[in-house]
Nanobody, 124 residues
Framework: QVQLVESGGGLVQAGGSLTLSCAAS????????MGWFRQAPGKERDFVAA????????YYANSVKGRFTISRDNAKNTVYLQMTSLKPEDTAVYYC?????????????????WGQGTQVTVSS
């Protein structure tokens, strides 16, 4: 059982920056691959980024590569998503997710636990 709580969403101008946080419960946070997904209005939930348990490897959707950075602090049971050069098309509800290793990293079905989401709105 893992509970995830996202925070840090808000309103930002295009070109600006925002950092999201996801706090996880439990004692085995470092065992989980952590991911970020997002869902825009009227769209399906899409993969954004993921990181291995140690934080040593990362993966990004092409749409955010070079602009977003995923990281984690296992001592704090927290994963972060640093977003820069934000665009209006980045507007979405952002979700934190966790999974045990051994499956894929970019599909919704790869993940076992999900947070409630945090809204990010980028104005033009």
């Amino acid at each position: 059982q893992v509970q995830l709580v996202e925070s840090g969403g808000g309103l930002v101008q295009a070109g600006g920056s925002l950092t999201l946080s996801c706090a996880a419960s439990g004692r085995t946070f470092s065992s989980y691959v952590m991911g970020w997904f997002r869902q825009a209005p009227g769209k399906e939930r899409d993969f954004v980024a993921a990181t291995s348990g140690s934080g040593g490897t990362t993966y990004y959707a092409n749409s955010v590569k070079g602009r977003f950075t995923i990281s984690r602090d296992n001592a704090k049971n927290t994963v972060y998503l640093q977003m820069t050069s934000l665009k209006p098309e980045d507007t979405a509800v952002y979700y934190c997710a966790a999974r045990l290793p051994g499956r894929g990293i970019s599909r919704n079905s790869d993940y076992d636990y999900w947070g409630q989401g945090t809204q990010v709105t980028v104005s033009s």
